[in-house]
T-cell receptor, first 112, second 113 residues
Framework: DTGVSQDPRHKITKRGQNVTFRCDPISEHNRLYWYRQTLGQGPEFLTYFQNEAQLEKSRLLSDRFSAERPKGSFSTLEIQRTEQGDSAMYLC??????????FGQGTRLTVV | GENVGLHLPTLSVQEGDNSIINCAYSNSASDYFIWYKQESGKGPQFIIDIRSNMDKRQGQRVTVLLNKTVKHLSLQIAATQPGDSAVYFCAVMMDTGRRALTFGSGTRLQVQP
């Protein structure tokens, strides 16, 4: 499968714990995006990378959130001191320049 | 900013009929538009896209129409099948250098056999 891959698919964590998610984009794609989706809503943009540079961050991305793409390939999204409001589906997408973005299956986070 | 809205939260159609899902956007600087299909528990799946220099684009059983004058986008699905049942999102991108897609809240398409 050469699509966008996300790991883990599901994560349950206790409030206050840190979590990290991984995204492997389609190999020839230079752009990588993170979105968050809550039930019944469309995905909301969090941040995006072009190669290893993080070029844009949403106001939704609080100080507890950090994303990296150190070698311009895979990316990680870390949430520190998780809160119940962080419970959502975290989606990764990739594209080549301004062409269509393809999404992964997402990581569903539940904070208890 | 960009507000993207869908006219109907749920659309129910008979198998074999054509479906039309509508989307309105607010920012005239929007220049790239994508329709996604999302099934339960899965990530959004790309269906078709269109740029602002076009007003119509066709794919396999799907057509996207763009009316920049009234800032309206529609997705037409021909001969709707049960496998088309899902939530459909329109997403827009602006030509201001900001590369984030802004999604609408989605329309649920239910195909009745």
């Amino acid at each position: 499968d050469t699509g966008v891959s996300q790991d883990p698919r599901h994560k349950i964590t206790k409030r206050g714990q840190n979590v990290t998610f991984r995204c492997d984009p389609i190999s020839e794609h230079n752009r990588l995006y993170w979105y968050r989706q809550t039930l019944g809503q469309g995905p909301e943009f969090l941040t995006y990378f072009q190669n290893e540079a993080q070029l844009e961050k949403s106001r939704l991305l609080s100080d507890r959130f950090s994303a990296e793409r150190p070698k311009g390939s895979f990316s990680t999204l870390e949430i520190q001191r998780t809160e119940q409001g962080d419970s959502a589906m975290y989606l990764c997408a990739s594209s080549f320049q301004d062409t269509e973005a393809f999404f992964g299956q997402g990581t569903r986070l539940t904070v208890v | 900013g960009e507000n993207v809205g869908l006219h109907l939260p749920t659309l129910s159609v008979q198998e074999g009929d054509n479906s039309i899902i509508n989307c309105a956007y607010s920012n005239s600087a929007s220049d790239y538009f994508i329709w996604y299909k999302q099934e339960s528990g899965k990530g959004p799946q790309f269906i078709i896209d269109i740029r602002s220099n076009m007003d119509k684009r066709q794919g396999q059983r799907v057509t996207v129409l763009l009316n920049k004058t009234v800032k309206h986008l529609s997705l037409q699905i021909a001969a709707t099948q049960p496998g088309d049942s899902a939530v459909y999102f329109c997403a827009v991108m602006m030509d201001t250098g900001r590369r984030a897609l802004t999604f609408g809240s989605g329309t649920r398409l239910q195909v009745q056999p």
